[in-house]
């Protein structure tokens, strides 16, 4: 199961900080969710960086963003 | 187009729409000033009486405006608030008293050192020195905490705000004042302020251009993204001022502006500061507010009042430097952000990360 995370409503750049803090205290994968674009490509990036896998998959006006390690 | 190139688009046409601005008549270096621009609407309003900063300038609500339009095109418009906002409020008032000690937003500060302003380098390294002691808190749970959806009407209502200051800028009634002398007095014509306040507007909204973002986001994962947006403004200023012969190196006899270094440095400290603290700088703000961020609107009354109340105690710097009201007014801002980054270091937002987000 991967660790999920909740961002949604957080103003920047909390959403990459709570993202940032769960990828260093675990190893899983993590599942982030966030409620607008802007923290979804903040996150994707984040990730891309660190040279994770990621995947967004739209949850009503919601995304979830799949970081896969 | 990717985001790399949205972003970099996006500063350059923001550097050479300042400064074209300035060609068509607005302040020396003020081709776009978000803190000088909300202080004049202020004056306009009559919330302060200082009468050579009074117009109701287009361009503010032409960034509201413009981000409201594309961001309803592209679906990215939603209504919520209800984090924080008196906090906010207060961040934005004193994000403003920075900015009028230092004489200038984030942006002008760039606008400034594209035009040879060297007084801007001392304000680069105290907003440099606020973000990174902001970062601080927030890297130790500092959080205003969640914001909401909200009815779709609560975000219509800033750009309503929005119409109605461009409805008092083309009437103009008598009672919105308009300064005969000083910079209030100096203003590109109004549609092209307009048209080039909704094309910023819209550019920011795609870009999530901020000045603040831009060195936050060095500090804190080592990410150029939005610095790329910082620089372009800056090299495409630059080029233009050298081109059009207003590039003119100096700390003394800078228009708008002050060489008192201690001043500048806090001035643009605090500014930081509080940007980091709200998650975006003043430009940021208005984009965010006409995207339905009913807490960003608030900040933006935030940022009006704390103009109005700048020019009303004395606060705001002049070309001849900073006043003592001015010096106590950034002092008790540093210490009022530092009460409200240490009250807000708060463990919810963590203990609420946890969740099924498949429910």
């Known amino acids: 199961m991967p660790k999920k995370v909740d961002a949604r409503g957080l103003s920047c750049p909390q959403p990459v900080i709570v993202t940032k803090k769960a990828l260093e205290t675990s190893k899983e994968d993590l599942e982030v969710l966030v409620d607008n674009t802007t923290a979804r490509d903040n996150i994707v990036r984040f990730a891309k960086n660190l040279g994770c896998k990621t995947e967004v998959v739209e949850q009503g006006q919601d995304f979830i963003i799949k970081v896969m390690r | ?359």
């Not at chain 2, 009074?54 to 609500?61: D, F, K, L, S, V």
């Not at chain 2, 590039?247 to 400290?269: E, K, S, T």
């Not at chain 2, 004395?314 to 210490?335: E, M, Q």
């Open chain 2, 1 to 359: 187009m990717d985001q790399k190139k949205v972003v970099i688009a996006a500063g350059s046409i923001v550097g050479a729409l300042s400064v074209a601005l300035m060609f068509l008549g607005n302040p020396p270096n003020m081709g776009i000033c978000v803190a000088c621009f909300i202080r004049d609407i202020a004056g306009a309003l009559g919330l302060h009486r200082a009468e050579i900063v009074q117009y109701m300038r287009p361009e503010i609500p032409g960034f509201i405006l413009g981000a409201f339009i594309i961001s309803l095109i592209s679906g990215e418009f939603y209504a919520r608030g209800g984090s924080s906002p008196l906090t906010r409020f207060i961040l934005g008032f004193f994000v403003m008293i920075g900015s009028l000690v230092f004489l200038g937003c984030p942006l002008r500060m760039v606008l400034r050192l594209a035009a040879g302003d060297w007084n801007a380098i001392i304000g680069i390294l105290g907003f440099i020195v606020g973000i990174w002691v902001g970062l601080y808190f927030l890297r130790n749970g500092f959080s205003l905490g969640r914001s909401y959806k909200m009815d779709r009407g609560n975000g219509y209502i800033m750009p309503g705000i929005a119409i109605v200051f461009l409805i008092f800028g083309i009437i103009s009634p008598a009672f919105i004042f308009h300064s005969v002398e000083g910079p209030g007095s100096m203003n590109a014509p109004f549609i092209a302020a307009l048209l080039a306040g909704l094309i910023v507007g819209a550019l920011a909204q795609r870009s999530r251009l901020c000045m603040a973002g831009s060195i936050r986001d060095i500090f804190l994962i080592g990410d150029f993204h939005l610095f790329k947006g910082f620089a372009s403004i800056f090299i495409v200023a630059l080029v233009l001022n050298i081109v059009l012969g207003k590039f003119n190196p100096g700390f003394v006899g800078q228009p708008v502006a002050h060489n008192d270094f201690i001043w500048n440095f806090l001035g643009m400290f605090l500014t930081g500061y509080g940007a980091v603290l709200l998650g975006g700088c003043p430009l940021r703000q208005c984009i965010l507010s006409g995207e339905g961020d009913t807490d960003a609107a608030v900040t933006f009354m935030g940022m009006l009042v704390g103009a109005a109340f700048s020019h009303n105690f004395a606060i705001a710097a002049s070309p001849k430097g900073v006043g003592p009201n001015g010096k106590i007014a950034v002092i008790v801002g540093i210490i009022v952000l530092t009460v409200i980054a240490y009250l807000n270091i708060s463990k919810s937002v963590k203990q609420n990360e946890e969740v099924n987000v498949n429910a």
